[in-house]
Nanobody, 117 residues
């Protein structure tokens, strides 16, 4: 069973940067589109960015130009570089593999991003 382990979350000031990582066990990492999702307290979990196995990327409008998703297939690791962070980016961030437009693996524990002065 594939396991997803997110890391890199922290408390930063508005305008700061963070780099999140997602380590995936198993051999499926190279096959599927991978995505980052986030969930703020009391809200649903939403897609932030996705990257296909060939490197094509897609972002939600609110993070375009600030966030960059990337993957290292040799290391089975997904990244999310987050710049110019805003308070509204504050959430728990999760990664998952995507199939037919939907995440389908068991969720990891996520990593918490806090943005506050």
């Amino acid at each position: 069973q594939v396991q997803l382990v997110e890391s890199g979350g922290d408390l930063v000031q508005p305008g700061g940067s963070l780099r999140l990582s997602c380590a995936a066990s198993g051999s499926i990492f190279n096959i599927y589109t991978m995505g980052w999702y986030r969930q703020a307290p009391g809200k649903q979990r939403d897609m932030v960015a996705t990257i296909s196995s060939s490197g094509s990327t897609n972002y939600v409008d609110s993070v375009k130009g600030r966030f960059t998703i990337s993957r290292d297939n040799a290391k089975n690791t997904l990244y999310l570089q987050m710049n110019s962070l805003k308070p509204e980016d504050m959430a728990a961030y999760f990664c998952n593999a995507v199939r037919q437009g939907r995440p389908f693996l068991r969720w990891g524990q996520g990593t918490q991003v806090a943005v506050s002065s």
